[in-house]
């Protein structure tokens, strides 16, 4: 069984290099705001990014190389910061 794919607006910084940097991206009308970027890594045709918001949530962003489409893979909402 298909998981639903969660289309994402992805705006990037291009570094000095011209490689793109997500730093923001769009939920629908959410802005989430990439505090760190905890990891990267290549596949045959993606790019992926494991990020982290001001909140502590943790996201994996997925950029088809090809079609210049970017997805949300995978959060996990319990590495946040509680107080308490």
């Not at 998981?3 to 705006?11: F, L, N, Q, T």
């Not at 291009?14 to 959410?30: D, L, Q, S, W």
């Not at 045709?45 to 918001?53: A, G, I, L, S």
Request: positive net charge; aromatic residues 12%; hydrophobic residues 30%.
């Amino acid at each position: 069984m298909d998981k639903a794919k969660i289309m994402v607006r992805v705006s990037c910084y291009a570094g000095y290099r011209g490689e793109e940097t997500p730093r923001y991206f769009h939920i629908k009308e959410r802005r989430i705001d990439i505090a760190e970027i905890l990891d990267r890594w290549l596949s045959h045709d993606h790019r992926y990014f494991k990020v982290k918001d001001d909140h502590g949530t943790r996201y994996i962003l997925r950029h088809d190389t090809a079609s210049g489409q970017w997805e949300l893979t995978l959060y996990d909402i319990t590495q946040s910061n509680v107080s308490g």
